[in-house]
């Protein structure tokens, strides 16, 4: 991997060298998703865009939101890839740009894409942050505050926005992380926060599967994204992925298709309250 910084989050994805891959000649489509309204947030880059991508290549509709002033030509780029990618039957894609740290930005955002599409099939809450703090002295009130509503907050304010709009055979998935398992010396507060929707999973699950919604999570390993470069100093992010059993980096293609799992019914219609675990052979329990 190569050495490369960058000093500003959220990190983009159109300067990072080498770029990561959201999708692969190998993935043959099938229809899985054909019809539904989809929601990913922080779909910009990263795990976001490969998501992106396959929803789009599976015939759903997708929404997506990014950050503004910060994301907009990662945001700009994923549209076009949407819109090549999308089955003809789908509607035209949208790019929202919006702080989920908020109730009333979550509430906005799915009215807009209510007020567009009608409903919402699946929810996908994505959106993160994460910077590193070698002693958690050093995490302040202000950084721990936006961490948390970037990375838990916003998955409670969209999903009881979004559930207004969803119906029997929806699906939400959440996105936690492997560090949620393991832990992570210099990313506490990140940690923390993941371990959380862990937990947020398994309890919304119980809560609305008599409403035949079912509730899933993805926990990644060190993924190629622009979180990466964003976070971590030069050494580390040369070195990144070289601890996991697979000794390399995984590319968001590689976890990508777990959401697709997870949305389908027809996959996946007797899981809820799980996570997956793409994270290149690490075993984690819990």
Known sequence: MASQKQHTQPGKEHVMDPTPQFTSPDY?????????????????????????????????????TYVKGHEDKDAKDTLEMINRAKTQ?????????ADLGFDENCKKVVEEVVNA????????NNAAEQYENITIEEIDDPRLERVFRTNIFSYFFMTRHALKHMKEGSSIINTTSINAYKGHPTLVDYTATKGAIVAFTRALSMQILSRGIRVN????????????????????????????????TGQPIEVAPSYVFLACNECSSYISGQVLHPNGGTIVNG
Do not use: H
């Open 28 to 64: 043959q489509p099938s229809n899985k998703l054909q019809g539904k309204i989809a929601v990913i947030t922080g779909g910009d880059s990263g795990i976001g865009r490969a998501v992106c991508n396959l929803f789009a290549l599976e015939g759903a509709t997708v929404a997506f």
């Open 89 to 97: 039957d789908a509607m035209a894609p949208k790019a929202i740009a």
């Open 117 to 124: 599409y009608g409903r919402i099939d699946i929810l996908v």
């Open 217 to 248: 999570g993805v926990a990644p390993g060190p993924i190629w994204t622009p979180l990466i470069p964003a976070s971590f100093g030069e050494e580390k992010i040369a070195q990144f992925g070289s601890d996991v059993p697979m000794k390399r």
